[in-house]
């Protein structure tokens, strides 16, 4: 009923920019929470920030002040702006979303499918 898409992965040098994004589509009611997760290989997924409906975010230690969430208004597009990349920051990122769907109103977890981040020293 409702699919999460994602782009602009890519391989970036260290200290260098990359911007993600995550179209949801489908029978949206509202969004509660957005969110972008990532999962270094050999590691678990982990958070990297949480968007609320009111606006409140939740970044993690390893990304503040580098890394900001944002939503376009007025659609069900959000971004992850990273600035100053390094090494560690190799990852696939997901993005996710909490989605409250027209039909039952019920809330549905979503994911994207990923795409890879690779940063180079």
């Known amino acids: 009923q409702v699919q999460l898409v994602e782009s602009g992965g890519g391989l970036v040098q260290a200290g260098g920019s990359l911007r993600l994004s995550c179209a949801a589509s489908g029978s949206i009611f509202s969004i509660t929470n957005m969110g972008w997760y990532r999962q270094a290989p050999g590691k678990q997924r982990e958070l990297v920030v949480d968007l609320t409906s009111g606006g409140g975010t939740n970044y993690a230690d390893s990304v503040k002040g580098r890394f900001t969430i944002s939503r376009e208004n007025g659609k069900n597009t959000f971004y992850l702006q990273m600035n100053s990349l390094k090494p560690e920051d190799t990852a696939v990122y997901y993005c996710?979303?909490?989605?409250?769907?027209?039909?039952?109103?019920?809330?549905?977890?979503?994911w994207g499918q990923g795409t890879q981040v690779t940063v180079s020293s």
């Open positions: 996710n979303a909490r989605i409250r769907v027209t039909a039952t109103l019920r809330l549905v977890d979503s």
